[in-house]
């Protein structure tokens, strides 16, 4: 991709913050949010910063599988709900684009029409 339709260094970092891009910019936040190593890159960025926040956890004086329990009870909660709100984040930042949020689940989409097809042909409805 040329410069105009890929983010540099400062505006990643707003993009990351919720800052939106440029319109010029749309193909390059469609491929980031649905293309392929999305949800790793979702996940990515919100479940890996919080760690040493986290860590701070291991400074509570006792011993240190109290601090990591403590961690561990914010955390598995954040996994959770992080990977549960995807879809919803998916589309938030879509229409913060100013794009169409059904992009949000076009992989599923396609897979389901393809299923669909493979029915209709091994049943005799193609």
């Not at 960025?45 to 599988?65: A, E, K, S, T």
């Amino acid at each position: 991709m040329s410069d105009a339709t890929t983010p540099g260094f400062a505006q990643r970092i707003g993009y990351v913050f919720g800052r939106t891009l440029p319109a010029s910019m749309a193909d390059w936040v469609v491929d980031d949010l649905t293309g392929p190593g999305a949800t790793r890159r979702y996940l990515t960025r919100i479940l890996v910063p919080i760690i040493p926040v986290l860590c701070l956890f291991l400074l509570v004086p006792g011993p240190l599988w109290m601090g990591a329990a403590m961690m561990a009870l914010l955390y598995i909660p954040l996994i959770y709900f992080t990977v549960a709100l995807m879809y919803v984040f998916r589309r938030h930042r879509l229409i913060q684009h100013g794009l169409d949020p059904a992009l949000a689940d076009l992989d599923a989409r396609r897979r389901a029409e393809a299923d669909r097809l493979d029915y209709e042909r091994r049943h005799g409805r193609a």
